[in-house]
């Protein structure tokens, strides 16, 4: 069982930065795979990002390229997701998860566990 905790999130004007963090729990965190999702308010949870169990291998949804970056720390059992550049558009509740498959993917039914969320608002 792996337990994920986000944080980081909160309010921010349009153009700011935001840095969010996932702890998980257990010995093997190198061995997932781990990925950000978000949901707006009346629209479906959608894929962010991604990055493999070994951090080489990372994808993004085309609405965040270039602005947003996937990291992890595999000492400390964490996930990071820096979004530059945001947007009115980027508010949403950030969700992290973790597939016990290494490999990065972007289909939400990979991931075996969730995060509760952290609400991530943008003001314009």
């Known amino acids: 069982q792996v337990q994920l905790v986000e944080s980081g999130g909160g309010l921010v004007q349009a153009g700011g930065s935001l840095r969010l963090s996932c702890a998980a729990s257990?010995?093997?965190?190198?061995?997932?795979?781990m990925g950000w999702f978000r949901q707006a308010p009346g629209k479906e949870r959608e894929f962010v990002t991604t990055?493999?169990?070994?951090?080489?291998?990372?994808y993004y949804a085309d609405s965040v390229k270039g602005r947003f970056t996937i990291s992890r720390d595999n000492a400390k059992n964490t996930v990071y997701l820096q979004m530059n550049s945001l947007k009115p558009e980027d508010t949403a509740v950030y969700y992290c998860?973790?597939?016990?498959?290494?490999?990065?993917?972007?289909?939400?039914?990979?991931?075996?566990?969730w995060g509760q969320g952290t609400q991530v608002t943008v003001s314009s």
């Open positions: 998860a973790a597939s016990y498959r290494r490999t990065a993917a972007s289909t939400q039914a990979w991931y075996d566990y």
């Open positions: 990055i493999s169990g070994n951090g080489q291998i990372t």
């Open positions: 257990g010995r093997t965190f190198s061995s997932y795979a």
